[in-house]
């Protein structure tokens, strides 16, 4: 798979930023998948976790889609971002748009970034928060 890099490796930092402004600007799910390691894992606290790209991307395809009641836009806001080695830490507000309204929710994130590529991705949020907005 092509890498989502451009020119020489890019810090963990970097990648992390790069893949939170793919989201605001709407990328696919082809392209937000290849930002991810083929084992890579993805957890939503207190949901499962997703192991694999592949299931990753089938995640998010599955909760962006155009039309009621589906999610049709997620623009990451980044707050504070802090690295430490290939742990990257985002403190973000998530802004949802839905096809007849939009909500922020408060998101702590954690990145495991390998070679270019997020290993891991968890996130940190209140569920009742988010469902109860999702309505």
């Not at 009641?69 to 971002?81: A, D, K």
Request: glycine fraction near 6%.
């Amino acid at each position: 798979m092509e890498s989502p890099m451009d020119g020489p490796m890019e810090s963990p930092i970097e990648v992390v930023r790069r893949f939170c402004a793919a989201w605001s600007d709407n990328a696919g799910t082809a392209e937000l998948a290849a930002f991810f390691s083929d084992d890579a894992v993805y957890h939503n606290i207190p949901l499962a976790p997703i192991t694999g790209r592949t299931a990753i991307a089938d995640t998010i395809s599955s909760f962006i889609r155009p039309g009621p009641p589906g999610i049709e836009h997620i623009e990451f806001r980044v707050i504070n971002i802090a690295a430490d080695g290939p742990i990257v830490m985002t403190e973000r507000v998530d802004v949802f748009k839905l096809p007849d309204k939009s909500f922020e929710l408060p998101v702590m994130g954690t990145f495991e970034v390998r070679d270019g590529r997020i290993d891991a991705w968890r996130d940190y949020f209140d569920l009742n928060q988010f469902t109860s907005r999702m309505g």
